[in-house]
């Protein structure tokens, strides 16, 4: 990653900060929304005022037709639970424009976001279990197929494949950057891909089954493990659990961050719940704070 950080610090009262009340502190949701169907991951819309989930409603590599789409408030409430019916086992959702693309096992759907129509889907050839969703700067929609290892485009209605590298083994979670593309595996690793050349540069390891990713502050990011826990990864590639969730059983899918909120996708037990991004000192070897905005 860019830039190097030395340090990081939660504002706990270990930090010698007041004690966090409930909206301060991460491990405490902001709000919690229940009666989901395994939802996986969130996007959100282009207006910024509410968010689609993608409920898989079943086992993750099953076509029987039991998948939907969910329409949520920004706050935390249902506006809409079947807003789109009859997907298999959608999964990452991603919004380009006036469409929202959503990865349904072995194919793309896209949906018109004015109207809740599914207007093409498009079969991505050999797929077995894709995954994350994203949109290069390009326009280009990116999608991970965890079962191949592979990393597939559709630019201008067709597929095709974008990179097979060998570290996209057990592939998950996108984030496109301007100059790059940030990827998680399950095996652990957060990548970085020139879009250019599909240089692939290892940024950390040992992140567990890893899933979704968010910018945090300055050159770190949040790392999510599906079973349970939330890192946040340092630009030197060190990282730190700042949310363990596995003995509750709550998973921690592909999660978004929109303003100081993180919102989270939750398998299981079948919520949707926000927390308030942790403030963060990031601190550079001469001392001064390196701070980034939380918008």
């Avoid at 079943?58 to 506006?79: A, C, M, P, Q, Y």
Wanted: charged fraction near 25%; charge should be neutral; glycine fraction near 12%.
């Amino acid at each position: 990653m860019r830039g190097s950080v030395l340090a990081l610090c939660l504002l706990t009262t270990a930090c010698g900060a007041p004690s966090p009340t409930k909206s301060q502190d991460n491990r405490v949701p902001v709000w919690t929304l229940t009666g989901l169907s395994d939802p996986e991951s969130v996007a959100l819309a282009a207006d910024g005022r509410s968010l689609y989930v993608a409920n898989v409603a079943g086992e993750g590599d099953v076509k029987d037709g039991n998948g939907f789409i969910s329409r949520v408030s920004l706050d935390g409430k249902l506006l809409e639970r079947e807003w789109v019916k009859g997907l298999d086992a959608p999964k990452g959702a991603i919004v380009k424009g006036g469409r929202l693309f959503i990865s349904d096992i072995d194919r793309l759907v896209e949906i018109d976001t004015a109207t809740g129509r599914v207007v093409a889907r498009y079969p991505v050839p050999d797929a077995k279990f894709l995954n994350d969703v994203a949109v290069a700067p390009d326009g280009t929609v990116l999608v991970a197929d965890s079962g191949t290892g592979r990393i597939l485009q559709l630019k201008d209605g067709a597929v095709s494949l974008w990179s097979a590298d060998p570290e996209l083994r057990s592939v998950n979670g996108l984030l496109p950057e301007p100059g790059r593309l940030l990827v998680t595996t399950m095996e652990g690793k957060f990548l970085a891909f020139d879009y250019v050349a599909r240089k692939v540069t290892v940024l950390a390891k040992d992140l567990g089954q890893a899933d979704g990713v968010a910018p945090a502050v300055g050159d770190a990011y949040f790392v999510s493990e599906w079973p349970g826990r939330l890192f946040v990864v340092m630009a030197d590639g060190t990282s730190r659990v700042i949310l363990d969730s596995r003995e509750a059983g709550t998973y921690i899918n592909d999660f978004i961050r929109v303003g100081d909120l993180l919102i989270v996708p939750n398998w299981k037990p079948g919520t949707l719940r926000a927390y308030r991004m942790p403030v963060m000192h990031l601190t550079d070897a001469g001392g001064r704070a390196a701070r980034r905005g939380a918008g």
